[in-house]
T-cell receptor
Framework: AQSVTQLGSHVSVSEGALVLLRCNYS??????LFWYVQYPNQGLQLLLK??????LVKGINGFEAEFKKSETSFHLTKPSAHMSDAAEYFC????????????FGQGTELSVKP | NAGVTQTPKFRILKIGQSMTLQCTQD?????MYWYRQDPGMGLKLIYY???????DKGEVPNGYNVSRSTTEDFPLRLELAAPSQTSVYFC??????????????FGPGTRLTVL
């Protein structure tokens, strides 16, 4: 079975500091991995996705993630946090059954302090 | 291109009432999904559809029904609403083809409270 674990339900950083949101996955087959962002009272917006083409994936708003098979990780980073980055972030793995549903982690809420 | 739209945005139901959550996509995607999001949790799949006329259960289908008569629309029906169905509901769609990355695009959500 596939699963996703996000370490830390809440992360707080100062504006301009490095953002690191952790995601570990479990999958018996090569995974498709996604990071989504959810701003308050809005739907989910795709930040980036890993589809086996390249291990370092660049997304929108300056975010990137690195796929590390040996560590079964897909951590999300951004060199310098901005106030507008405050949101909930979800890591997800595509399931190979049930219509390719996404299996989500529990989410990490990112706060950015001025 | 509106993407995925959902109505209503908010709704309060009394226990035992029924309602339909509407979802429409204008991207001609073949796959559509309904998820629910409970506080502090990721999203869980309720139902999905791989094309018009074809639907199947997800992880948490009890208390819900769906239909898909057109490519664009995928309504979710709640019969006999219960407090456990208080949640935020998201509709999503994707174009799945062999070899595609089939990104799912999400609607803005419907916040449902059952009292």
């Amino acid at each position: 079975a596939q699963s996703v674990t996000q370490l830390g339900s809440h992360v707080s950083v100062s504006e301009g500091a490095l953002v690191l949101l952790r995601c570990n996955y479990s999958s018996s087959v090569p995974p498709y991995l996604f990071w989504y962002v959810q701003y308050p009272n809005q739907g989910l917006q795709l930040l980036l996705k890993y589809t086996s083409a390249a291990t370092l994936v660049k997304g929108i708003n300056g975010f990137e993630a690195e796929f590390k098979k040996s560590e079964t990780s897909f951590h999300l980073t951004k060199p310098s946090a901005h106030m507008s980055d405050a949101a909930e972030y979800f890591c997800a793995v595509r399931n190979y059954n049930q219509g390719g549903k996404l299996i989500f982690g529990q989410g990490t809420e990112l706060s950015v302090k001025p | 291109n509106a993407g995925v739209t959902q109505t209503p945005k908010f709704r309060i139901l009394k226990i035992g009432q029924s309602m339909t959550l509407q979802c429409t996509q204008d991207m001609n995607h073949n796959y559509m999904y309904w998820y629910r999001q409970d506080p502090g949790m990721g999203l869980k799949l309720i139902y999905y559809s791989v094309g018009a006329g074809i639907t199947d259960k997800g992880e948490v289908p009890n208390g819900y029904n769906v239909s898909r008569s057109t490519t664009e629309d995928f309504p979710l029906r709640l019969e006999l609403a219960a407090p456990s169905q208080t949640s935020v509901y998201f509709c999503a769609s994707s174009q799945q083809m062999r070899g595609s990355t089939d990104t799912q695009y999400f609607g803005p959500g419907t916040r449902l409270t059952v009292l």
